[in-house]
């Protein structure tokens, strides 16, 4: 084992207006698991943090539309995901949200030292309203034609079709996604990051950046083509005061939520190590150049990822043009490296809660087991280019390989063992043939390679890899066929030691993407305690705020406790070997036509529903003008 390394996994925090469906967890859920697991397996101290981002407009919009205050709206979507993505198997180490005491304190904290280094400042801007409520429309619900590319449907924040950033004045006949009306546009006050005066630094930052997958790298170098400052505060009464005298106690003045939701991978590793009883554990993973930190999200977050936070941070530690110093967190660590999947489509067309084009996290989970839709999206997920979830192929991923190739592996062999001598068998080691020790060569090896893999985040690869090793066992059980040997019980002995080390060895390597189902294995194997640990949900009270309490993810992870490592782990003869149940469920075929005559029942009543919404408001704005 290598020497143990502090190692941020940072993960992409999901906004609060609704449940997850597999599209968002394909790009910041999964991936990021994976990788944590590895770490941890190594021998390495990670530390996972994210939680439900919960401010801005979007939030304001839907609570209005919903009849309930923003923070009751953000209350309930943050428990629908905790829950979710805790069901999913994510082990984070800290899973919160953005209402915390606690994260205000920290984004309030990381704006005053940026202010005091000079690299924000107070200036005007021209923002959108809504004619019919007053209140700010957020960047993200204007969408008219791109100025750069002519693409309609660009946002006021980016342009999807060019990549361009955007504000919503430069868009071509702009219209409110909310209600399709025409915003008007102010010029109000506001506090603006000064992108500018940090650009040098972050683009020499990022002109160092190595193994990055190149799409990320090359989008993120092309975001400095153009630079301008950015203005971070809003017209808005929902979000994170502003701890500037004249502004703080300004009901109606708000930090915005692009600003304030990066900084919560500090605040959630603050509130981390608060909750361990050591304020500043979290200094290991933020203060040390050698410890590495990673962040796993869509490509629609890569900007707020490799040229916002990186600017913060830069802003904060006094490294722009205008110089400074730290503040009381100390010199923040950079990201290493921005992970970035591409979008995941359904059958066809792009997600979208809206338009019904969905599927729910919940959902999913609530038909079919959790480890075959973890090795779907692993095996098949946009890790480097856009990828189609189809239910056919999910049905034929689960089939052919989790079911007809691992699954029934594991059960052959244990079914073997159990009838044969009902334990792991003794074996002398002159009683292994070439063929045996081929095998067992081959496994121990795929610890390297499998790993590898990992560790490039090339979790595809790495996923492959390990199915190829349990193809290479079901061969060498096919072709030392053990039922034929029974009157040889030192041969049959030494064919079923082989076959359960080697099915051991790739349990290990595929537990990081199958953790339900490892434990399983490791226990059809002989094992007792926890081999693969899964998160919890837990109900705690803020740590500022007595009144207020929230769910949590959270778990215990740590190596030679719960998590084992990353290397063979020696069989023990004599270990007894119970009968085995079957580890995965066949999906009938059936179910392919089942869920997308579902799908299409769904999006129908869905976009119905969507019509008739817009149908209204675009009559209320009638009889207004009237």
């Not at 072709?479 to 030192?490: F, H, I």
């Not at 537990?511 to 305690?529: D, I, M, N, R």
Request: include cysteine; charge should be negative; aromatic fraction near 10%.
């Amino acid at each position: 084992m290598c020497l143990m390394t502090h190692v941020l996994v940072a993960v992409a925090w999901p906004y609060a207006n609704g449940p997850r469906h597999i599209g968002h967890v394909a790009g910041f859920g999964v991936p990021s698991d994976v990788y944590a697991r590895y770490e941890r397996m190594k021998g390495n101290e990670v530390l996972m943090v994210s939680g439900t981002d919960e401010h801005g407009t979007p939030i304001l919009v839907q609570a209005d539309a919903e009849g309930v205050s923003a923070q009751e709206l953000a209350d309930r979507y943050n428990r629908v995901i905790a829950q979710d993505l805790c069901n999913l198997g994510l082990s984070y180490d800290l899973f919160t949200r953005t209402t915390t005491k606690n994260h205000e304190n920290v984004v309030q904290e990381m704006f005053k030292q940026c202010l005091k280094n000079g690299y924000i400042y107070k200036g005007t801007q021209m923002v959108a309203i809504s004619p019919s409520t007053g209140r700010t429309l957020p960047d993200r619900y204007i969408e008219g034609t791109c100025p750069i590319c002519g693409a309609d449907g660009a946002r006021g924040d980016q342009c999807d079709n060019c990549g361009n950033e955007l504000d919503p004045i430069d868009l071509i006949n702009p219209r409110s996604k909310i209600n399709g009306e025409t915003p008007v546009f102010q010029e109000t006050e506001h506090y603006f990051l000064d992108l500018p005066a940090l650009a040098e630094a972050n683009y020499a930052w990022l002109k160092t950046r190595q193994g990055w997958r190149t799409n990320v790298i090359n989008f993120s170098l092309g975001l400095f083509n153009e630079v301008e400052p950015r203005a971070i505060t809003r017209d808005i009464n929902w979000g994170i005061p502003i701890p500037v005298d004249g502004w703080i106690d300004n009901p109606n003045k708000r930090l915005y939520v692009w600003f304030d939701a990066v900084i919560g991978y500090l605040s959630a590793s603050i509130e981390w190590a608060r909750r361990q009883g050591d304020p500043d554990l979290w200094r290991q993973w933020w203060n040390d150049p050698q410890s590495p930190a990673y962040y796993f999200m869509g490509k629609d977050n890569i900007t707020f990822h490799s040229q916002i936070w990186p600017s913060e941070i830069l802003g904060y530690n006094g490294q722009g043009s205008k110089g400074g110093e730290p503040g009381e967190f100390g010199e923040l660590n950079m990201p290493t490296q921005v992970v970035a999947s591409e979008f995941l489509s359904m059958e066809g067309k792009k997600f979208s809660s809206s338009r019904g084009i969905v599927i729910y996290v919940k959902d999913i989970l609530a038909r079919y087991q959790v480890d075959a839709v973890r090795y779907y999206i692993s095996i098949a997920g946009p890790e480097t280019s856009d990828s189609d979830f189809t239910w056919a192929e999910f049905v034929r991923h689960n089939n052919d390989e989790l079911v007809s190739s691992w699954g029934n592996l594991v059960n052959r062999v244990a079914v073997l063992l159990h009838k044969n001598f009902g334990q792991i068998p003794a074996v002398d080691p002159s009683d292994f043939q070439e063929e045996d020790k081929a095998l067992l060569k081959m496994t121990e090896e795929g610890f390297a390679s499998v790993g590898g893999l990992i560790e490039d985040h090339r979790q595809k690869a790495a996923l492959t890899e390990a199915m190829r090793i349990v193809q290479e066992i079901n061969k060498y059980i096919s072709a030392t066929e053990p039922w034929k040997v029974k009157d040889d019980p030192a041969r049959l002995a030494a064919i079923l030691y082989t076959s359960a080390q080697a099915v051991m060895d790739a349990n290990t390597m595929l537990a990081p993407f199958l953790p339900h189902s490892a434990q399983k294995v490791y226990e059809t194997l002989g094992g007792t305690g926890t081999f693969s640990p899964l998160p919890h949900v837990e109900e705690v009270t803020d740590l500022d705020d007595p009144d207020f309490s929230y769910p949590i993810i959270t778990g215990n992870y740590r190596l030679g406790e719960t998590v084992h490592a990353w290397e063979r782990e020696e069989l023990r003869p004599g270990t007894p070997i119970a009968k085995p149940s079957p580890l995965f469920q066949k999906i009938p075929p059936e179910a392919v036509e089942e869920e997308l005559d579902r799908f299409e029942k769904e999006l129908s009543a869905r976009q119905a529903k969507e019509e008739a919404r817009l149908k209204s408001e675009q009559e209320k704005l009638t009889r207004k003008d009237e």
